[in-house]
């Protein structure tokens, strides 16, 4: 490495942001971006590892650490620190197909497996991707990539999220002619409709939507399976489909009072939030909580990002309940480096939060029990319980309620975001494929075939909820075997 003493020399930056109070005004990000200088210096904190951990993608106890797409991070670190800017956007190009998602919204499974992360502040390897990709655009570095030739082979690609869009990115660079299909208004799945715009702002989805396409991607969206196009069509008109619908099935709650007026999917409101800002027909779904208490049901980056859109709509309360105890402030003795760290941290919403009322808004350990309505029907409260985690001998650990811990809460919006259930079934019913007790599609991990010939299948849909660079990783893993199922063999990397 070029500095090999830096990350006993440089301390770790964190990327400016905004003031809470100030951007909670708007919809724009809120992260600032560093200078050239900033990142020179993060990026010679990267150390001369003997075996790095940071570019390989696992996973230990169920949680990615290391990058699952095999990001060579250390040769782009290295070449920031030499000014090689262009050099390094050519390096991390080899491997990701959208860098300028993964160095907003990724949680960075990276920097848990950064080595210097065994004692020290990790290598700010997200900030340093985000700016890499950034100076590209900026610089017109990156252009429309036409391929040479056709093959004259055609692939339907369902569902134009990450795993979805890094399919037809590879296959189309293979010569093959790629149509992906979208029931929503816009291409982007989850990037565009599920992750608010202060995190990723939406024109940096469409400028990447609008360079897939001069490389001749042909993106139709409005167009849903089985009700536009059936699957009987796509299979005639296409020598290959890859399902990559997601996971968006939301995980609901079974307790009294759950059809109160009031009561909403967390990304129902994500959604309907984003539908607004680009001033599209909500058809009557959209939330506003000006002047409203909220709760928050969920512990995840779903629910906080809740917490932000309703503090942007000036609610006049807020507060996120989760099941688990709250994470300690350190490392324990069993959750060692190269795990990803389970440790406590101020996200950005709970920074708002705080700047706005004074406090974090998280509750933990609890548990609702009821929601509770007036006369017309509408929610007015919910009761809780708080919970204490107990060791089983026959189940381990489990959550017990104790007595006495009941309590009310005003809430006129409550936003459930406890997770998902898997892929909605309709697509998949519709091609008759298999699926998997977890009601995934049934196609092995590598090899991503389905029941059905001809019919592949990646990303959340086949796995269930992850992390964007799984989605990616896949994509890219199917588009390698779509193009070895069509040509005989691939030179796409997997």
């Known amino acids: 490495m070029g500095k090999a003493t830096g990350f006993m020399e440089i301390a770790r930056e964190e990327a400016a942001e905004r003031s809470p109070g100030e951007r909670i005004k708007d919809w724009n990000e809120y992260v600032a971006p560093f200078s050239d200088e900033e990142m020179k210096r993060q990026g010679a904190r990267c150390m001369d590892c003997g075996t790095p951990f940071c570019h390989t993608g696992m996973e230990i106890k169920g949680v990615a650490t290391g990058c699952p797409i095999n990001n060579l991070i250390p040769e782009w670190n290295d070449l920031v620190y030499r000014g090689r800017w262009k050099e390094a956007l050519e390096k991390l190009q080899k491997t990701n197909n959208f860098p300028e998602f993964t160095g907003r919204v990724c949680p960075a499974p990276c920097e848990g497996g950064c080595t210097l992360a065994i004692s020290d502040p990790a290598v700010a390897i997200k900030d340093i991707e985000r700016t890499i990709i950034d100076k590209g655009f900026e610089n017109g570095w990156i252009t429309p990539r036409i391929p040479e030739a056709r093959t004259g082979k055609r692939v339907a690609v369902i569902g134009s999220g990450p795993a979805g869009l890094a399919a037809a990115d590879q296959l189309n660079q293979a010569g093959h002619s790629v149509t992906v299909y979208e029931r929503s208004n816009r291409a982007g799945g989850l990037l565009t409709y599920g992750i608010p715009n202060m995190k990723l702002e939406k024109d940096i989805v469409q400028r990447r939507i609008d360079l897939l396409e001069q490389e001749e991607i042909q993106i139709v969206t409005n167009t849903e399976v089985g009700k536009d196009i059936t699957a009987e069509e796509l299979q005639n008109q296409h020598d290959a489909v890859i399902l990559c619908t997601g996971a968006q099935k939301q995980r609901d709650m079974n307790i009294p009072g759950r059809d109160a007026k009031g009561i909403h999917f967390a990304m129902d409101y994500l959604t309907a939030s984003t539908q607004k800002l680009f001033n599209e ?214």
């Open 281 to 494: 027909d909500t058809q009557d779904q959209y939330i506003n909580v000006e002047g409203k208490d909220v709760i928050v049901i969920g512990g995840g980056d779903t629910g906080a990002d809740c917490v932000a859109t309703a503090l942007r709509q000036k609610c006049k309360s807020v507060v996120q309940f989760g099941k688990h105890p709250q994470k300690p402030l350190k490392r324990t003795e069993d959750n060692l480096w190269p795990e990803p760290p389970d440790v406590y941290t101020l996200d950005y919403a709970y920074k708002e939060a705080e700047g706005e009322f004074g406090k974090d808004p998280r509750r933990y350990s609890i548990q609702t029990k009821e929601f509770v309505t007036d006369e017309n029907g509408a929610l007015k409260e919910l009761h809780t319980i708080q919970l204490e985690k107990v060791k089983d001998e026959e189940r381990g650990f489990v959550h017990r309620e104790i007595p006495g811990t009941e309590q009310i809460w005003p809430a006129q919006h409550v936003f459930i975001a406890i997770g998902f259930e898997g892929p909605e079934q309709p697509v998949l019913k519709h091609f008759d494929v298999n699926t998997t007790e977890r009601s995934c599609v049934d196609a092995k991990y590598g090899e991503y075939t389905t029941s059905v010939e001809g019919v592949f299948a990646a990303g959340d849909a086949r796995r269930g909820q992850s992390l964007i660079v799984w989605a990616i990783n896949e994509g890219r893993e199917v588009a390698h075997e779509v193009d070895e199922y069509l040509m005989g063999v691939s030179y796409l990397p997997s």
